[in-house]
């Protein structure tokens, strides 16, 4: 995915994500990479920009999180296909004005799920919301 494309997305309560881990042991492949990309809130909050990251796997209560913190809820553990480190260890959110790490995604804070990538027909968003 790219800047300027457009994203068909489905709703998460249409279809059950597939993290990369499963997708790997089922060989299911979702824009050239094993599970499904989420769009998601971080930490549920409204006010944070929702990212577009692929679901990694799922994490319980108390596992150990990328960055070895215990998690505090279960939740999938997501990541960026160009990013270096998962959005669990390397993210962070405002919080009551403290800046704090993204916690693994609960169910409730997915968005959608992205299913095709159509290039550049986002472009014309982007100029309209930037206001060129």
């Given at each position: 995915?790219?800047?300027?494309d457009?994203?068909?997305v489905?709703?998460?309560?249409?279809?059950s994500?597939?993290?990369?881990?499963?997708g790997?042991m089922?060989d299911?492949?979702?824009?050239?990479?094993y599970?499904?990309v989420i769009?998601?809130?971080?930490?549920?909050?409204?006010?944070?920009?929702?990212?577009?990251?692929?679901?990694?796997?799922?994490?319980?209560k108390?596992?150990?999180?990328?960055?070895?913190?215990?998690a505090p809820h279960?939740?999938?553990?997501t990541?960026?296909?160009?990013n270096?480190?998962y959005?669990?260890?390397?993210l962070?959110?405002?919080?009551?004005?403290?800046?704090?790490?993204?916690?693994?995604?609960?169910p409730?804070?997915?968005?959608?799920?992205?299913?095709v990538r159509?290039?550049y027909?986002?472009?014309?968003?982007?100029?309209f919301?930037?206001?060129?």
């Amino acid at each position: 995915m790219h800047p300027g494309d457009l994203i068909i997305v489905v709703a998460p309560h249409r279809t059950s994500i597939v993290t990369y881990e499963d997708g790997k042991m089922r060989d299911y492949v979702s824009f050239h990479e094993y599970g499904d990309v989420i769009k998601y809130r971080p930490n549920g909050l409204s006010s944070a920009t929702p990212l577009i990251h692929r679901a990694m796997y799922w994490i319980e209560k108390g596992e150990e999180m990328p960055g070895g913190m215990p998690a505090p809820h279960a939740g999938y553990i997501t990541k960026g296909d160009y990013n270096a480190g998962y959005d669990q260890q390397s993210l962070r959110v405002v919080v009551d004005q403290r800046v704090v790490m993204v916690e693994p995604v609960k169910p409730e804070w997915v968005i959608a799920m992205a299913k095709v990538r159509v290039p550049y027909l986002g472009y014309p968003s982007i100029i309209f919301n930037k206001g060129f």
